[in-house]
């Protein structure tokens, strides 16, 4: 969302401007409507070129990461993005009701821990191995899998590599669930100390609230 909010307004910005320019060079200057074409392309591009790497900065500093930090953990979503693209694209090729659920289920539980990273890269540190190993294991099982079950014999050897195949993918299942976790697990903490926090705030208030009453029925 971060991101969508910055791309319009560097547009909004860079825009008006450079078209601004055009119009003074070709109305006030006098300056040939091609040659003024180009240096407002020029200004466009260069104006857009400069915000977003303000706004990198800004967001950079905000995460309180490096630019190298930050374009690698960009360069590790965009991967993983192009990964479960094509588990999506997997789905047509299973065929059993069973089969189809896990795909659904991997492809559900990595689409949340992209998403999570998205929105705080910072959670990157939690779920590497995620990125690195995990959903890779996914991808090339499933697209095992898929191969497996397309095979127009079905001999014992294939069977066996079929019910293989389906216990590993519960595994990986089962890891991806964990790694959903790890991506949650600071906010589940967070969120326990402001309950904590209500929680003896609210106690501490209690015999104030508790006096208040015995007032107001002592005066009654």
Do not use: C
């Amino acid at each position: 969302m971060k991101e969508v909010k910055q791309f319009f307004q560097r547009h909004l910005i860079t825009a008006p401007i450079s078209f601004g320019s055009w119009l003074t060079m070709t109305l006030a200057a006098g300056m040939n409507p091609l040659a003024a074409t180009g240096l407002m392309i020029a200004i466009y591009l260069g104006g857009n070129f400069t915000i977003k790497q303000i706004q990198l900065s800004s967001n950079v500093k905000e995460l309180g990461m490096s630019r190298s930090e930050f374009k690698h953990i960009k360069s590790q979503m965009n991967e993983a993005k192009t990964k479960i693209n094509k588990l999506n694209g997997l789905y047509g090729q299973v065929r059993s009701v069973q089969a189809f659920k896990q795909v659904y289920e991997i492809n559900n539980l990595a689409k949340r821990i992209l998403t999570i990273v998205r929105k705080n890269p910072k959670k990157f540190y939690h779920v590497e191995k995620f990125f690195y190993s995990h959903l890779d294991s996914a991808v090339e099982l499933t697209s095992k899998y898929a191969i497996l079950v397309n095979q127009p014999l079905k001999d014992q050897e294939i069977r066996v590599a079929l019910q293989h195949t389906r216990e590993t993918l519960n595994d990986v299942n089962r890891q991806l669930e964990q790694d959903l976790r790890g991506a949650l697990a600071t906010d589940i903490e967070q969120l326990q100390l402001e309950l904590d926090y209500v929680d003896v705030t609210m106690k501490k208030n209690k015999p104030l609230l508790e006096m208040k009453g015995e007032m107001r029925n002592d005066r009654e």
